[in-house]
């Protein structure tokens, strides 16, 4: 028996990397608020290279990381199920049959949300490198693809973990430590300088996945999102409801819903905000060629899309089940002044955009006593 | 031939230049506030030959009453601007409305068209029909002394 390099260095930096990034993406997935978003791209982000990074070793690593000497003959992945339930499994010096095939699989996980989730941000969002090409709809689906993909994932760590705990503690084979120093006592190495670390090959290859991603990323973000488009907002229009509360962006209502609201401004929601012929035919006009029905954003179709008989936006279903945990103490801060004034929180609510990241919410220390729900 | 402009950069002459320079803006914003009272008691003198000038005191009052004959959600002229006319106010919706007293807002009552504009909603919305050139007289006269 002789200890042997088996998991080189840029395998367990992978490894362990992708279990740090993958634990922020579930928490700030599953559990923080939307305003996180931002924390979980960015964990989305690295996982992207991390994958790029993964799927060239796979190719290019040292011996035990390459996709090749994986043993995925399904005939020893079910004897090696078989001695499991024996209790008599042998070790293997690089994967196990059932590992090899959990890789495989996490792999595909990993790569489907990745993907799912740049189709989310481009959709939904108008947001990432897909921004130019995802309309919402197709965002819509793909949320509930990453959702599943999450889900699966999770299930696929926890089986990860059932088969390290079963080979490490029932059949002491020292896995958990293979997988920090690379090290494993066998009887012979298959492969020829397997005891190199291959770490300059490694930083390589992650710093060329890292530059073309995150570079070709970039270029593709820049082009302009589908779906969404920039406004010139008249300043009579800004200046006019500017006075009273937030001027809204025009596609968060229709171009019904604004003619209902220009048509009945002598009665404002119990105040006359009365306009003169000219100013009130110009706010029209833009108000018509902006709305709703001109954009393909999340902000555009579940809210503004959807009429209400007061012709509130914040009567919208959608608005109030995203605001439903907000305590009431939030809106009456004087840096929000009221549940009208999406700019209060929103701090992007000028473009329209809405995106989750760009949610700032107030100092909650400020609020008086009691107001928390 | 070579020419020699010399211009004396004395310290105090620069003060003297500025402050000339701003007292044009400071003139018309009151010249501006001025020309718009003038008119309302061009209206008021039309309406009544009696009209003897407009009264801080009544605008006072006014500002300061609650008619509530408007629309319910706004009683009085407090309701929104708060009872101080120093102080800021606040929209319903929420928004900051600065201080109505000419001192805090210079600029308050030099735009006739806004000024026409709010005292149209406005006065419905309190007293829940236009104000008379009276009114409105005493109203900006009140305000400019505060």
Request: net charge positive; proline share 4%; charged share 15%.
């Amino acid at each position: 028996m002789a200890k042997v390099m088996i998991w080189d260095l840029p395998l367990r930096l992978f490894h362990w990397l992708m279990v740090a990034t993958v634990a922020i993406a579930g928490i700030t997935g599953f559990v923080a608020p939307a305003a996180w978003l931002d924390i979980h791209l960015f964990a989305g982000y690295a996982l992207a290279i991390l994958l790029a990074f993964r799927l060239a070793w796979g190719v290019l690593g040292s011996y035990y990381s390459r996709f090749r000497s994986f043993p995925l003959a399904p005939r020893s992945a079910f004897r090696h199920l078989r001695s499991l339930l024996r209790n008599s499994a042998a070790a293997h010096t690089g994967h196990n049959p059932v590992g090899a095939w959990m890789i495989i699989a996490v792999l595909f996980l990993l790569l489907a949300l990745v993907l799912s989730g740049l189709i989310v941000l481009g959709g939904q969002e108008n947001l990432g490198p897909l921004g130019f090409l995802v309309d919402f709809q197709t965002g819509w689906r793909a949320a509930a693809l990453h959702e599943i993909a999450a889900w699966g994932l999770a299930g696929a760590i926890a089986v990860h973990l059932l088969g390290v705990f079963v080979e490490a503690r029932l059949l002491r084979h020292p896995v958990v430590s293979a997988m920090i120093t690379g090290n494993k006592l066998v009887t012979r190495a298959k492969a020829k300088g397997q005891g190199r670390s291959y770490k300059a090959r490694g930083l390589t290859l992650f710093t060329i996945a890292a530059l073309m991603l995150l570079g070709g990323g970039k270029m593709l973000a820049s082009i302009p999102a589908s779906g969404w488009k920039p406004v010139q907002t008249p300043a009579v229009y800004s200046a006019e409801c500017g006075d009273c509360h937030d001027a809204y962006h025009p596609s968060l209502r229709t171009a019904a819903s604004w003619r209902g609201i220009m048509s009945g401004l002598s009665d404002h929601y119990g105040e006359d905000a009365s306009l003169d012929a000219e100013t009130a035919a110009a706010m029209g006009a833009f108000l018509a060629a902006n709305a709703a029905e001109t954009f393909d954003t999340e902000a555009a179709w579940r809210m503004g899309r959807i009429d209400t008989k007061s012709l509130r936006i914040t009567d919208t279903p959608y608005w109030t089940a995203r605001h439903a945990g907000i305590a009431d103490g939030v809106f009456k801060l004087s840096s929000v002044g009221s549940k009208v004034n999406c700019n209060g929180c929103h701090r992007d609510a000028a473009s329209g955009r809405f995106a989750d990241q760009d949610i700032h919410l107030p100092n909650l220390s400020k609020l008086p006593n009691g107001s928390q729900k | 031939m070579k020419i020699r402009i010399i211009v004396p950069l004395h310290p105090k002459l620069i003060i003297a230049v500025l402050a000339l320079s701003l007292l044009p803006i400071q003139g018309s914003a009151s010249e501006l506030r001025q020309q718009i009272i003038a008119g309302f008691a061009q209206d008021a003198k039309l309406k009544n030959s009696g009209f003897a000038g407009f009264s801080a005191g009544r605008g006072q009052t006014l500002f300061l009453s609650k008619p509530a004959t408007g629309k319910p959600d706004t009683p009085s002229c407090t309701t929104c601007h708060s009872i101080n006319p120093a102080a800021k106010g606040q929209t319903r919706a929420g928004k900051e409305i600065a201080p109505m007293a000419v001192s805090k807002t210079p600029e308050r009552f030099t735009d006739s068209k806004k000024v026409e504009k709010w005292f149209r909603r406005n006065c419905k919305s309190v007293l829940g029909r236009i104000c008379t050139a009276l009114e409105k007289g005493d109203f900006v006269t009140f305000m400019s002394n505060q």
